[in-house]
């Protein structure tokens, strides 16, 4: 790679003496690719003291960034001479290199950061807060509380920090700040972060008080950061200015809740984290009034899923305003009352659900069929059975998943009664049915195992065999049927039972119908019975695979009964024989497979040996990946430059 | 509404932006990590009113960003302030012959920053 960048260094430079003096240079590359790439080697290859120097040069930006960005993806390797430029004359280098060790992520620089706190150089100091706040140093939040009382500039950046580390030791420090006008929205940003149950009350009494809709945001967000840290309500009941929100007496937050959360336009660009703390603070306090307003804000589809939580921890209490949400005008809100009713699991919602299958728009009508199956109301099973035939996607899927799931028995009354079950819906009823079986299907499904369309019977197939009772002897008729896909169906049923019988079908079908060989290898490896392994292998090697699809799934019984036909296959004069059978091996892994994997990279075919390179790439064999590198096939030397490269890039990945 | 861009990588600028601008009349706050994601942004959403652009910053630093951006024009018709540690003089010259409008110097004063971005947040 450094040879490329010498290559590629831009034209004019002048030519560099050494390796290590051409990534430099390339780091002021103006093609950001090539200089991304430099940065990434010089990460790991240059010597960091170089890298500091280039940080030291004010005149080219471009390369300072590029070195210091070089120092910071080096991680542990860089600490050493980033600590020794905090003591650099130059200032500058100083903050840089604070900066960037902020970015190494390794805790053992903290101490020297923390050294930095008391500097007079306010960008050194900030950097240094910075840092800290980065690594999450805990072990500095004495030292940076101490910042507070600090020029603003520090104050700022230690309010900000302590919020990042999020240590509850801080909260203290942090409360009285809730009085100062220049670092009030910064402090209470910390405390929302912090999450610390001390400084709700405090936040509570600043939400009734606040002036403007700006600040009041602010301590929404916040507490709404309290409330993830303590996600059970009873555990804050003690809270007497929390509490106290729940009173009537509180009447003005509360209409300043709705009115965030009836917004239609967004008014801040954190907006969603505003209203999601709004909604939580409904579901906390169990505001009942607000019910209808939690509801209502689903109009935002973003807050769904928040919408939802809420209303399921609130439980069936919320039923009157989800009734409510399933007859308002818009159909984002009617979606939302309906995934809540159907996950609360409320049954006096039925009626109102079930009039929404006629809803004017399709996501509602989706809605509410899934809803209906989630209560499994029978009665609704008719109408869900006639929206198979809806002319929307939509509808027709939500129908099938709802009747793959409801009563089996209402189910099944349902198809058969359906005049389109015995002609075009014939495929849709079997599947569903291959899903939900029931007894009172048996009569149709042998009516439709003998049916002349093929699509029909292998559908009845894999019905069947979902079925209570024996339909082996069934589906062992169409194993001879002529319809190459129905007796496919009929190997993979056979695939899910057990048993001698089944065993020997499969066997005969290997033998015997080439077309259905791969799916019954499957199907006899499925039916688990270790001892048919060494009658396949027979049967195979009298009859060898001519089909990759048969090799491949030969190879994923995973027998080690089948390695020595496979290695026999590897002088199959079909190349795609040889490919299917280089690729079993190479999934195999044993050391015999493998050892004829590596033979075949003297292939006369290079598609086989890709598929080689592909194999020793997964072993992490480089010595044989150089040897395909050379390869006359330029695929192939691609392929195998590719895998070398990822290796390497592995192994530095690895390196301590 | 004025659309005010801070292009900067540190969190700390952008809670201070928020903190200092986020509650400001008529003004919405939009963020970028380099220039790169500014250019980005910017070619997503169309330009904003006004652009604070930190010069050290990883991907693609200010002064490229500014460079690009008076490649593009944006920089003729939407005022650039540039942000940074750096108060040499060459370097205060080196971003407004880039096209940049103001230089601000960290650290600044708050009110230095409210002041500079109704002033020129004003003008687009």
């Known amino acids: 790679m450094v040879n490329d960048l010498v290559d590629s260094t831009s034209a004019g430079e002048s030519p560099a003496s050494s390796l290590s003096e051409a990534l430099l240079l390339a780091l002021s590359d103006r093609d950001y690719k090539l200089r991304d790439r430099a940065i990434d080697e010089a990460a790991h290859v240059a010597d960091p003291s170089d890298l500091i120097e280039l940080v030291a040069d004010h005149d080219d930006a471009g390369r300072r960034n590029a070195a210091l960005e070089a120092l910071a993806q080096g991680g542990a390797r860089s600490v050493p001479s980033l600590i020794r430029a905090l003591r650099h004359p130059d200032v500058e280098v100083v903050m840089f290199a604070a900066s960037t060790l902020g970015r190494t992520r390794d805790p053992a620089v903290i101490p020297h950061l923390v050294r930095l706190l008391d500097q007079e150089d306010l960008n050194v100091a900030q950097a240094a807060v910075d840092s800290l706040a980065r690594l999450r140093a805990t072990v500095a939040v004495g030292e940076i509380v101490k910042l507070l009382n600090r020029d603003p500039w520090l104050r700022f950046a230690a309010v900000h920090a302590l919020g990042e580390i999020g240590d509850p030791h801080a909260v203290q420090a942090l409360l009285p700040l809730l009085c100062d006008d220049s670092v009030r929205e910064m402090a209470i940003d910390a405390l929302g972060k912090i999450g610390s149950v001390e400084a709700l009350g405090p936040l509570a009494m600043l939400l009734r008080e606040s002036a403007d809709a700006g600040s009041f945001a602010s301590c929404l967000r916040a507490i709404g950061g309290v409330l993830e840290h303590h996600p059970d309500p009873g555990v804050l009941r003690n809270i007497h200015e929390w509490a106290a929100i729940s009173s009537p007496e509180a009447m003005g937050v509360h209409q300043r809740i709705m009115e965030v959360l009836g917004a239609l336009e967004r008014q801040w660009s954190d907006d969603l984290e505003i209203r999601t703390a709004a909604a939580a603070i409904i579901r906390a306090l169990r505001l009942e009034p607000l019910y209808t307003t939690l509801v209502l804000a689903g109009r935002d589809p973003l807050l769904a899923d928040v919408l939802q939580y809420c209303a399921v921890s609130i439980g069936p209490e919320i039923s009157p305003s989800l009734q409510t949400g399933l007859g308002v005008r818009n159909a984002e809100v009617r979606v939302l009352a309906c995934q809540c009713v159907g996950a609360l699991g409320l049954s006096d919602c039925v009626p109102h659900v079930t009039a929404l299958l006629a809803d004017p728009d399709e996501k509602v009508r989706a809605a509410a069929v899934h809803t209906l199956a989630r209560l499994d109301h029978a009665a609704a099973v008719p109408a869900i059975v006639r929206l198979l035939h809806d002319p929307g996607q939509v509808l027709r899927e939500a129908a099938r998943a709802a009747l793959g799931r409801m009563d089996a028995a209402a189910v099944s009354a349902g198809l058969l009664a359906d005049p389109a079950t015995a002609g075009a819906g014939k495929t849709v009823a079997l599947e569903i049915m291959r899903g939900n079986p029931h007894p009172t299907q048996a009569a149709f499904l042998t009516a439709c195992l003998d049916d002349t369309d093929p699509t029909v019977r292998r559908a009845a197939v894999a019905a069947a065999m979902r079925q209570p009772g024996d339909f082996l002897g069934t589906v062992e008729a169409l194993l001879y049927d002529g319809d190459a896909a129905v007796r496919r169906e009929a190997v993979r049923a056979l695939g899910r039972s057990r048993g001698e019988r089944v065993c020997r079908l499969l066997l005969l079908a290997i033998e015997h119908d080439a077309e259905t060989r791969a799916d019954a290898i499957r199907a006899l490896g499925q039916a688990g019975d270790a001892r048919t392994i060494g009658r396949l292998v027979a049967v195979l090697s009298e009859h060898p695979p001519r089909q990759p699809a048969e090799i491949e799934a030969l190879a994923e019984l995973h027998e080690a009964a089948s390695e020595p036909l496979l290695v026999r296959l590897v002088a199959d004069p079909d190349p795609a024989i040889r490919v299917a059978a280089i690729r079993s091996l190479g999934a195999c892994g044993s050391t015999v497979a493998l050892r004829h994997v590596f033979m075949a990279v003297r292939d006369s075919d290079a598609r086989v040996r890709r598929v080689v390179a592909d194999a020793v790439s997964r072993c992490r064999d480089t010595a044989l990946l150089e040897t395909l590198i050379m390869d006359s096939d330029a695929s192939v030397a691609l392929a195998a430059r590719r895998h070398l490269e990822d290796l390497e890039q592995a192994a530095r990945h690895d390196r301590p | ?124």
């Open chain 2, 1 to 124: 509404m004025k659309k005010l861009l801070v292009v900067d990588d540190s969190n700390l600028v952008h809670a201070l932006c928020r903190q200092l601008l986020g509650r400001m009349r008529d003004l919405t706050l939009s963020f970028a990590r380099n220039g790169e994601e500014a250019l980005a942004w910017i070619a997503k959403e169309g330009e904003p009113d006004l652009i604070l652009l930190d010069v050290n910053m990883p991907v693609m630093d200010g002064l490229e960003c500014l460079r690009r951006l008076a490649a593009q024009g944006t920089s003729q018709r939407v005022p650039v302030v540039m942000v940074s540690t750096e108060g040499r003089d060459d370097d205060v010259r080196r971003g407004l012959e880039g096209g940049a409008t103001a230089y601000l110097r960290k650290p600044f004063a708050f009110q230095e920053l409210r002041e500079l971005v109704t002033r020129l947040g004003g003008r687009a």
